[in-house]
């Protein structure tokens, strides 16, 4: 079966703009996790969303937000983006909660 | 809250040496999963862990579930060059709320 595929795969923004990132799942996988990694933090935890509802968010500012659309798709969201959010974006995909997650390739961010 | 710590942060082994990473949560955790993530690459799943003192095995790679379901390990008998990259455990606490990853452990193996 198809893998999670995410879109864009390299976005370069600029300070203060705002940016939207998409995940398709695996299908048949309702819930969706997104990821921010960093080479000095490892894997942050942004937010999970399941049948359309965000069910646990991580520890990020209100700029970070995301929602997940009827067919398990979903999108995050950035605003007034930062140099600091330069990181690469990964959304996992997995059945629900605690089962094995399936990572897309991710989005490469860059804020200059 | 829940935190996931590994250790060693790095490691660099000969060709053909064993190879240990270990896992350790502050709460206790209902299940732990461990991933690998090649360089330039995603993070892939490994394997998942349920039962205290449980043990897997998948070819070289022994995977180990502590009795008190706190802490884990994954060891890699005689590392291959294919066996770079950076490994996370990751595991949900028995509340349900947050599945948790580690920092990882990158392993380098010179040839």
């Known amino acids: 079966k198809a893998g999670v595929t995410q879109t864009p795969r390299y976005l370069i923004k600029t300070r203060g703009q705002q940016v939207t990132l998409s995940c398709s799942p695996i299908s048949g996988h309702r819930s969706v996790s997104w990821y921010q990694q960093t080479p000095g933090q490892g894997l942050q935890f942004l937010f999970e969303y399941f049948s359309e509802t965000q069910r646990n968010k991580g520890n990020f500012p209100g700029r970070f937000s995301g929602r997940q659309f009827s067919n398990s798709r979903s999108e995050m969201n950035v605003s007034t983006l930062e140099l600091g959010d330069s990181a690469l974006y990964l959304c996992?995909?997995?059945?629900?909660?605690?089962?094995?997650?399936?990572f897309g390739p991710g989005t490469r961010l860059t804020v200059t | 809250g829940q935190q996931v710590m590994q250790i060693p942060q790095y490691q660099h082994v000969q060709e053909g040496e064993d190879f240990t990473t270990y896992c350790n949560s502050s709460t206790t955790l209902s299940n732990i999963q461990w991933y690998k993530q090649r360089p330039g690459g995603h993070p892939v799943f490994l394997i998942q862990?349920?039962?205290?003192?449980e043990v897997k095995k998948q070819k070289r790679l022994t995977f180990q579930f502590g009795e008190a379901k706190k802490n884990s390990s994954l060891h890699i008998t005689a590392t291959q060059t294919t066996d770079v990259g950076t490994y996370f455990c990751?595991?949900?606490?028995?509340?349900?709320?947050?599945?948790?990853f580690g920092p990882g452990t990158r392993l380098s193996v010179l040839p």
């Open positions: 862990l349920v039962k205290s003192g």
């Open positions: 996992a995909s997995s059945f629900d909660r605690g089962h094995e997650q399936y």
């Open positions: 990751a595991g949900k606490d028995n509340y349900g709320q947050n599945f948790v």
